[in-house]
């Protein structure tokens, strides 16, 4: 595909909370890769992840919305509105609802590491380019992982991405950094009441709304 258009990373995950090491690879992956932007795809669910412990949507995309203030991060749970579950019909799906945008998907390695157990593992390479993004201590099983396997023949250099040319998927970049050790597990276990928190934290109808798709945001959503 010919780089034409704004150019957006697509960050997946349940931001169960988000935090500053979500935008602080954010930030590093649009430098390194020139993105116009970089959207987070807050999931209504995650199939791979229990949903004990879960805290409702609304709580999620607010912690987002406060960690991607003044950055050109947008927060969006376009996933709810598209009916998708698995990263294999969104990238699709988004794919076929902004036909001007280029996009690609940003994991860590510790997603790499995984990626072969995912829905149609394949399908997600071949929609569009990929970015894996150093994670500490994941790096050697992701390496040697299945996925990784099928991936060596797609390996690109980042600048391959940078440069206004010709430029197609199945494509695998990776990318280096200092790490970043917040977790949230870790915010999790230091502040259990973060959700009502972030709830509570909202400040009328900018932080309401979705940052993509404008639509409201629903204090009760699950």
């Not at 200092?178 to 915010?187: C, E, H, K, Q, V």
Request: aromatic letters at 10%; hydrophobic letters at 40%; charged letters at 25%.
């Amino acid at each position: 595909m010919t780089r034409q258009g704004p150019v957006t990373g697509l960050l997946g995950g349940s931001f169960n909370p988000a935090h500053g090491g979500h935008r602080c690879i954010s930030l590093f992956a649009r430098e390194a890769l020139d993105l116009d932007e970089v959207w987070w795809l807050v999931s209504p669910g995650n199939p791979l992840k229990s949903a004990r412990g879960m805290a409702p949507l609304a709580a999620r995309y607010a912690s987002a919305r406060a960690q991607s203030r003044r950055a050109r991060i947008r927060p969006t749970a376009i996933e709810r509105e598209l009916g998708t579950r698995f990263t294999a019909d969104t990238v699709r799906a988004l794919v076929r609802r902004y036909p001007k945008r280029r996009f690609v998907w940003l994991m860590g390695a510790d997603n790499l590491a995984q990626f072969h157990k995912w829905k149609d593992w394949r399908g997600i390479a071949r929609t569009m380019p990929i970015a894996v993004i150093a994670r500490p201590g994941y790096d050697r099983p992701a390496f040697a992982s299945p996925a990784m396997a099928w991936f060596r023949r797609y390996r690109t250099p980042v600048a391959s991405l940078r440069r206004p040319v010709r430029w197609s998927a199945p494509a695998l970049v990776t990318l280096r950094f200092d790490p970043d050790t917040r977790s949230a597990t870790d915010i999790r276990k230091a502040d259990p009441d973060w959700a009502r928190k972030s709830l509570n934290g909202r400040s009328g109808h900018r932080l309401s709304r979705d940052a993509v798709t404008h639509r409201p945001i629903g204090g009760d959503a699950a």
